[in-house]
């Protein structure tokens, strides 16, 4: 009789590599109209169909401006022109089970369409913006923050 | 002095319109593309909101009053305000599942054709990024589940490698038991959960 050893060794494999290679993408811009920008640290990148995001960015449209964005859980993240937000945090791991999308946004117009982190975590998702936090467990959100 | 009496009014007038100003942020919760509708908490230091029907919003104008009580957003009022943002909203991905014979990498039977579907969807769509990702159910030796899981994942990446797909826009990764098509409790073996998932955004 086999007896099944269910989870209770964890080894890490060479193969995993190929992971941790993408393993700061945590997103990508999927479409765009007019400009905008992806500023990581001291880099200011302009914003192209396909330009790969990592934790930590901000993210600014122009006037005009908008850009769809998905994340790799498959949450989608819309803005308008003029707006900004960053990613504060971010993790999609279902093998090790974490879970985690922190997105502060500082202005504009923002339409956010959950994924699989608010299906497998549902307290995991959390919007920031000027004054108040939104606990978000699934579906589909419009935020406008005003300056 | 009498024109003192006079601006003091006219000038508390003008505070309580610039009050009325200041700068309010809108939280409006809608239904998912398949009509489901989740919740949202909205929280300033003084106080909660909670959103859960079609439409249901709530303002914030400052860290010292709750966010408003929950009223049904006017639809003109999204439209005009998310105009713009929902004219880039991403297109739904297609995904498609991959099932194998019994411990091998090799492509069951009734997953053979679906190679050929995904390169025809991918070129069509023009797509940009194909996430590629082994899974497993949660019985036996994970790390011999696991290992399965990511071997069948590269598999199906060469096999579209080898349909002309750019490597480049392929990533693969293993979700291990952490992301089940049919949830189990742990140690169950369901063969539906041994699979590969290939998503084309």
Redesign the interface.
């Known amino acids: 009789m086999r007896v099944w050893i269910c989870g209770m060794f964890f080894m890490f494999f060479a193969f995993s590599s190929t992971a941790a290679l993408a393993a700061d993408t945590i997103g990508h811009i999927q479409t765009i109209k007019g400009t905008a920008t992806v500023i990581r640290g001291n880099l200011t990148l302009q914003a192209t169909t396909g330009t790969a995001l990592n934790s930590g960015d901000l993210i600014r449209t122009g006037k005009p401006g908008a850009v769809g964005i998905v994340m790799t859980d498959d949450t989608t993240i819309s803005l308008g022109p003029n707006s900004e937000f960053s990613l504060q945090e971010y993790a999609f791991n279902p093998k090790e089970g974490k879970f985690s999308l922190v997105a502060r946004i500082t202005k504009g117009t923002f339409v956010y369409l959950s994924g699989l982190i608010a299906k497998l975590a549902p307290n995991a998702v959390q919007l920031i913006i000027p004054d108040a936090t939104i606990a978000v467990r699934g579906t589909k959100l419009l935020v406008e923050v005003q300056q | 002095m009498h024109s003192i009496l006079i601006k003091l009014p006219a000038l508390s007038l003008v505070l309580f319109l610039l009050a009325g100003c200041a ?10 593309p398949d009509g ?9 230091p003084a106080g909660t909101q909670l959103l859960e029907k079609q439409g249901d919003m709530t303002q ?4 010292s009053k709750a ?1 408003s009580p929950v009223t049904i ?1 006017d639809q003109n009022f ?1 439209a005009v ?10 297109l739904p ?1 297609e995904k498609f599942i991959l099932f194998f014979e019994t411990g091998k990498t090799a492509l069951a039977a009734q997953s053979q054709g679906t190679i050929a579907t995904i390169v025809a969807v991918i070129k069509q769509r023009k797509a ?2 194909i ?1 590629i990702s082994g899974h497993t159910d ?6 011999l589940n ?2 399965l899981a ?1 071997e069948r994942a ?1 598999m199906v990446k060469d096999l579209l490698i080898r349909n002309g797909i750019n490597p480049d826009l392929m ?9 089940p098509l049919v949830p189990t409790p ?2 169950v073996a369901e063969p539906r959960n041994r699979r590969v998932e290939v ?1 084309v ?1």
């Open positions: 700068p309010k942020h809108s939280i409006i919760l809608v239904s998912d489901h509708i989740g919740k949202a908490e909205v929280a300033t914030v104008s400052g860290p966010p957003a999204i305000t998310f105009a713009d943002a929902m004219a880039v909203e991403p991905p940009i990024k996430a949660s019985a036996g030796s994970a790390q696991d290992k990511q590269e990533t693969v990764s293993s979700h291990g038991k952490g992301n742990d140690c998503i955004r």
